[in-house]
């Protein structure tokens, strides 16, 4: 004879979670690759190549460390701008910059793991002006407003491209009021929908990466090999597009980012955005997910999901 409780148990169907929609699983592990790649970088930036290698050999395991001295698995301010920015939209239903701007202001008055120089003197600015769009500077053509655009690709995701265009200027221009900043990261918005849609890699390399290089020949990436990006846009572009369109995994093109150097926790963020788009969740290893720390994995998943839905694309 079982106990009544055994019985119930016993004959209790299972419940499995159903599986999410193609794009939803691609927009969480664009969040997710976002968070590793950050967290995977972090570990040696400002390094140069040969240092990594002396090192590491291939640094490929989350450990944390690094000039930050961070936890294994402790993200920078590539992915808690992103959070604060996802936070902002979510609040107000939209992209909005003097949202941004207040947003971005709270997590500076946290005391923030690290935070740009760009970033920093605009902010203060807003402090004082109350005016959520920095003037425009050919001085501020930093990664900056780039490593934080994923909640914009995934809160207008399937909306007409004014719209898109509109809204990466609206969070990008708190901090980075350049052009060649604006012109990255519309780009990058615009991969991650493709990707997010289902659009292959060639094409995405042909219409968006081409037409980038086609109006900003700076961007061009299939010369020489860049190693020890700096925090330039124009390095960061160029390092993970190389990563992302010679490698055909999420891992590899991490592991191939990162070792280049330099900037490495934002390349290593922008192309986990990317690459994490591109394959999808499934694709990313295990071990990565499992040491990333785990409220920051919990926030990105929860604004994956709330950031697409708003969009109204899922």
Not at 66 to 86: E, F, P
Not at 283 to 289: A, C, M, S, V
Request: with cysteine; hydrophobic share 40%; net charge negative.
């Amino acid at each position: 004879m079982f106990w009544t409780g055994e019985l119930i148990a016993r004959n209790a169907p299972v419940r499995r979670r159903a599986a999410r929609p193609p794009r939803v699983e691609r927009a969480l592990a664009a969040y997710l690759g976002l968070a590793i790649g950050d967290a995977l970088g972090a570990t040696v930036e400002f390094m140069t190549p040969q240092e990594i290698r002396t090192q590491y050999g291939v640094h490929d395991e989350i450990r944390g460390g690094g000039w930050l001295r961070l936890k294994a698995g402790q993200v920078t301010d590539d992915t808690t701008m992103s959070l604060a920015l996802g936070d902002a939209i979510l609040g107000v239903g939209r992209v909005d910059a003097l949202a941004a701007a207040h947003a971005f202001d709270a997590w500076m008055r946290g005391k923030p793991v690290d935070i740009g120089n760009t970033v920093r003197r605009n902010l203060i600015a807003f402090r004082r002006s109350g005016d959520p769009q920095a003037p425009a500077s050919e001085h501020d053509a930093g990664n900056g407003a780039a490593m934080r655009i994923l909640p914009v690709a995934l809160a207008t995701c399937g909306q007409p491209p004014e719209t898109v265009i509109s809204a990466c200027r609206a969070q990008a221009h708190v901090t980075h009021h350049n052009t060649v900043s604006d012109a990255a990261c519309e780009t990058l918005v615009f991969m991650v929908q493709d990707f997010l849609l289902g659009g292959d890699a060639l094409t995405v390399e042909r219409e968006r990466a081409g037409r980038l290089v086609g109006d900003f020949p700076v961007f061009t990436w299939d010369r020489k090999p860049v190693e020890n990006p700096s925090g330039y846009i124009v390095d960061t572009i160029q390092a993970v597009f190389q990563s992302l369109f010679a490698t055909e995994c999420f891992e590899d093109c991490l592991i191939d980012v990162v070792n280049r150097g330099g900037d490495a926790d934002t390349t290593g963020a922008i192309a986990g955005m990317l690459a994490g788009a591109r394959y999808g969740l499934a694709d990313i290893p295990k071990r990565w997910l499992r040491n990333l720390d785990e409220t920051t994995r919990a926030r990105c998943e929860k604004q994956a999901e709330a950031l697409l839905q708003l969009s109204g694309s899922c």
